[in-house]
């Protein structure tokens, strides 16, 4: 004679027994902080309490004390970066008195021709100006950031205020960018933007 079926074979399992799933235990004080530097290292404009308490999945207020705090010890150190609160945002800057050293690293070297990777950054910059980082990476399909950072200090691209949409800095060529290309005006340009996406396609790609 078969044997009845056993209590645990017939019942369904209460919730508690059942393996549920948790998102990521909540970050102590330390390690609150060295998400922030992680976050805060690799944006390119100011991004928000709010932002942040996201990513970090915790409350604004404390990201806020966390950031004031972080941006004390950094000035209290004379570290070499700044934490400041800008643009209504927060982000890293290079402390003023150690710029020079950064120029010059930067600037060293200047003479060489452009990589292949400034000249296709310089392009899209040209012809999609003015336009932000984000959007430039998106049309080349890599980070640019050092590219971008190589075009400024040559002096070729220069800021030019925010995107009021996405609150990144719009960059566009200089003078000096017509300048050596003998050029009098962006009128002057070779018609090669067609063969560039517009900026308003550029979220689709």
Same mark, same amino acid.
């Given at each position: 004679?078969?044997?009845?079926?056993?209590?645990?074979?017939?019942?369904?399992?209460? !919730?508690?027994? =059942?393996?549920?799933?948790?998102?990521?235990?909540?970050?102590? @004080?330390?390690?609150? @902080?060295?998400?922030? #530097?992680?976050?805060?290292?690799?944006?390119?404009?100011?991004?928000?309490?709010?932002?942040?308490?996201?990513?970090?999945?915790?409350?604004?207020?404390?990201?806020?004390?966390?950031?004031?705090?972080?941006? @004390?010890? %950094? !000035?209290?150190? @004379?570290?070499? &970066?700044?934490?400041?609160?800008?643009?209504?945002?927060?982000? /890293?800057?290079?402390?003023?008195? %150690? !710029?020079?050293?950064?120029?010059?690293?930067?600037?060293?070297?200047?003479?060489?021709?452009?990589?292949? !990777?400034?000249?296709?950054?310089?392009?899209? &910059?040209? %012809?999609?100006?003015?336009? $932000?980082?984000?959007?430039?990476?998106?049309?080349?399909?890599?980070?640019?950031?050092?590219?971008?950072? $190589?075009?400024?200090?040559?002096?070729?691209? =220069?800021? $030019?205020? $925010?995107?009021?949409?996405?609150?990144? /800095?719009?960059?566009?060529?200089? #003078?000096? /960018?017509?300048?050596?290309?003998? +050029?009098?005006?962006?009128?002057?340009?070779?018609?090669?933007?067609?063969? +560039?996406?517009?900026?308003?396609?550029?979220?689709?790609?």
């Amino acid at each position: 004679m078969d044997e009845p079926l056993s209590h645990s074979a017939t019942e369904p399992l209460d !919730a508690d027994d =059942e393996d549920i799933e948790e998102g990521p235990a909540p970050l102590g @004080d330390d390690e609150l @902080d060295s998400a922030l #530097e992680a976050l805060l290292l690799v944006v390119d404009s100011p991004v928000d309490e709010d932002a942040l308490a996201t990513a970090l999945d915790t409350t604004r207020l404390r990201v806020a004390e966390h950031l004031r705090l972080l941006s @004390d010890k %950094y !000035a209290d150190q @004379d570290r070499g &970066i700044d934490l400041r609160r800008a643009g209504g945002g927060w982000r /890293f800057y290079t402390r003023d008195r %150690y !710029a020079p050293y950064v120029e010059k690293l930067l600037l060293d070297g200047q003479r060489a021709k452009l990589t292949r !990777a400034a000249l296709e950054t310089l392009a899209v &910059i040209a %012809y999609r100006q003015p336009v $932000t980082r984000a959007r430039v990476a998106a049309v080349r399909g890599v980070n640019c950031d050092g590219v971008i950072r $190589t075009l400024l200090a040559r002096g070729l691209v =220069e800021e $030019t205020g $925010t995107d009021q949409e996405t609150g990144g /800095f719009l960059y566009r060529t200089t #003078e000096l /960018f017509l300048e050596r290309l003998g +050029l009098s005006s962006l009128e002057d340009l070779p018609p090669i933007a067609p063969l +560039l996406p517009e900026v308003d396609s550029i979220d689709e790609l």
